[in-house]
């Protein structure tokens, strides 16, 4: 399975973004795919996960500014990015987890936000 990010870009501060994770086929047994972000020299951080059942979770950051969904039948997951701030810079990564304990990662899409 191959995961590929797209969408990031360099955008001003306020402005927003979306960004989109396409698996290549349906994952079997994908239980969670998610977002996360590493800036340059900090440790790769979680920044919204959403479940099988539905339910999402938010890095305490960027709640009520970003919102993680999906499209099933397209195996695809997004992530729009609203208000953006220079301290979201950063390069975004999806991921997919499965109940095997596989970690599927794509290959990061840079997010830039000037102030």
């Known amino acids: 399975v191959q995961l590929q990010a797209s969408g990031g870009g360099l955008v001003q501060a306020g402005g927003s973004l979306r960004l989109s994770c396409a698996a290549s086929?349906?994952?079997?047994?994908?239980?969670?795919r998610g977002w996360y972000r590493q800036a340059p020299g900090k440790e790769r951080e979680l920044v919204a996960t959403?479940?099988?059942?539905?339910?999402?979770n938010y890095e305490d950051s960027v709640k009520g500014r970003f919102t993680i969904s999906r499209d099933i039948a397209k195996n695809t997951i997004y992530l729009q990015m609203n208000s953006l701030k220079p301290e979201d810079t950063a390069v975004y990564f999806c991921?997919?987890?499965?109940?095997?304990?596989?970690?599927?990662w794509g290959q990061g899409t840079q997010v830039t936000v000037s102030s």
């Open positions: 991921s997919a987890k499965t109940v095997y304990e596989m970690v599927y």
């Open positions: 086929r349906k994952i079997i047994g994908v239980n969670v």
């Open positions: 959403i479940l099988n059942n539905g339910l999402t």
